[in-house]
């Protein structure tokens, strides 16, 4: 049972950056494709990113292309965000979870991180 603990959320104004984690522990980290998810409040989970088992391919929803980008770090069983240029409407609980393409697979949810960007 793969256990994710996201962390990195926090306060920041509009234009800044963030960069989330999300360790894994408890399977074979890099026989699985990694995806971040978000839900605000009041909203669906929706997806944000993904990246496959070697890292060569990453894919990203039209609202962060450009601006967010997922990468891991196979040898310490973590997959990242690094996120710029936030805007108040990326404010949500981000979540990072085990897909195929952009669904989620396997059930493997962390407690997620909050993001909250002030105008």
């Known amino acids: 049972q793969m256990q994710l603990v996201e962390s990195g959320g926090g306060l920041v104004q509009s234009g800044g950056s963030l960069r989330l984690s999300c360790a894994a522990s408890g399977g074979t980290f890099s026989n699985y494709h990694m995806g971040w998810f978000r839900q605000a409040p009041g909203k669906e989970r929706e997806f944000v990113a993904r990246?496959?088992?070697?890292?060569?391919?990453?894919s990203y929803a039209d609202f962060v292309k450009g601006r967010f980008t997922i990468s891991r770090d196979n040898t310490k069983n973590t997959v990242y965000l690094q996120m710029n240029s936030l805007k108040p409407e990326d404010t949500a609980v981000y979540y990072c979870t085990t897909v195929i393409g952009d669904t989620p697979v396997g059930n493997y949810w962390g407690q997620g991180t909050q993001v909250t960007v002030s105008s």
């Open positions: 990246i496959i088992r070697g890292g060569v391919y990453t």
